[in-house]
Every structure is written in structure tokens, then in C-alpha cells.
């Protein structure tokens, strides 16, 4: 499995509608920071998450939360050189 790209140090505020999302992993969705299939060969997978009723999310950009897909400041402890 390769390590996955940054995107973004910062997370993707976004309003979301109810309904399922899949969350890029890989980093190299050009739908940021939803999947568009581009982890092919990669052996990263998206992950699904639900949305149950309308509201505000911080999905990770960085591509290293430990909750994906959603932000937990990992990319505070990320060095400069990786963005």
C-alpha cells in the first residue's frame, strides 16, 4: 500500500445534505475531498460515512486523521516539507 497524498493542511468545512458520502483516502480524487475512483492500485480505499440529517462537517484534507474522514488536527503535528 502506498502512503497516501496530501491534499490540503487545512479541512474541507462543508454543509452537507443527508445521505451517504465516501471520503478520498488516497488524496488523489480531483472531487476533493470525495472519492472519484482515482485510488485505483493504490490499495487505499475511501471509506463511506452517513450523514443523518443536514449539518456542518470538517473532513481531513491532510489525509492523516485518526478519525477519518473526519479532521482532528493531525495536520498541526504534520511538518512544513509535506504540504
Not at 488523489?28 to 475512483?37: L, N
Not at 492523516?64 to 482532528?72: A, G, K, L, R, Y
Request: hydrophobic letters at 30%.
Amino acid at each position: 500500500m502506498t502512503e497516501p497524498v496530501v491534499y490540503e493542511r487545512n479541512p474541507a468545512e462543508l454543509e452537507l445534505e443527508p445521505g451517504e458520502y465516501w471520503w478520498c483516502a488516497c488524496g488523489r480524487s480531483m472531487t476533493q475531498p470525495f472519492c472519484d475512483g482515482s485510488h485505483e492500485g493504490t490499495g487505499i480505499e475511501p471509506q463511506s460515512f452517513v450523514v443523518a440529517e443536514k449539518q456542518t462537517v470538517w473532513l481531513c484534507n491532510c489525509k492523516h486523521s485518526q478519525t477519518p474522514p473526519f479532521c482532528d488536527g493531525s495536520h498541526n503535528s504534520l511538518p512544513d516539507d509535506i504540504f
